[in-house]
C-alpha cells in the first residue's frame, strides 16, 4: 500500500511540473515509467510517445517505450523502440540487453546473442548478460562467433 502511495504522489508530481512546462520530455518520461510500475502500459506509451514528440533524441523515451511495448508483449514494435534508442546512443548496455530479449521472445536466438555480445563489449564484466549468453548458447546449441562492430 504505501508504494502504491509513493507512486500516486508520484505521478502527482509528475502533472504539477507538466502543467508548469508542458513540453518538459524528461517529466513525461518519467510519469510513463511511474504509470509503467503502475501496469498501466496503454497510459505509459502516450506519455513516452509525448516525450519523443518533444525530442526525437531522448534515447531514454525510445528505451522506455520499448519497455512498455516489451511488457505488451509487442515484441516486434520493441525492437524498433530499442534501435532507435541505439541509434542515438550506441552504449546503451540496457537498449542492448532488452532489445536481446525481445528478440529472443520472437525466437530469433542467433539475434539475440549478437545483442548480449554488444552489451558485453560495453560492459565485459557484466556477470548477468555473461550468464545470459552463455544460457542461450547452450539452451539453443547457437553456432555463435564473437562480432566486432560498431553501431
Known amino acids: 500500500m504505501h508504494e502504491m502511495r509513493q507512486y500516486s504522489e508520484a505521478l502527482q508530481c509528475f502533472d504539477k511540473a507538466l502543467v508548469i512546462d508542458p513540453q518538459y520530455a524528461v517529466a513525461w518520461s518519467n510519469k510513463g515509467n511511474t504509470l509503467q510500475a503502475l501496469r498501466q502500459y496503454s497510459e505509459a ?76 563489449q560495453i560492459d565485459p564484466q557484466n556477470e548477468a548478460v555473461q550468464d545470459e549468453l552463455e544460457l542461450l548458447k547452450t539452451q539453443h546449441s547457437i553456432g555463435y562467433c564473437k562480432i566486432n562492430f560498431e553501431y
Open 45 to 120: 506509451l502516450q506519455c513516452f510517445e509525448k516525450a519523443i514528440e518533444i525530442d526525437l533524441w531522448y534515447a531514454d523515451a525510445w528505451y522506455n517505450k520499448g519497455a512498455a511495448l516489451h511488457e505488451m508483449e509487442q515484441y516486434s514494435e520493441a525492437v524498433q523502440c530499442y534501435d532507435r534508442a541505439l541509434q542515438i546512443n550506441p552504449q546503451y548496455l540496457l537498449a542492448w540487453y532488452n532489445m536481446g530479449v525481445s528478440l529472443y521472445m520472437m525466437e530469433r536466438y542467433n539475434e539475440t546473442a549478437w545483442c548480449f555480445d554488444m552489451a558485453l
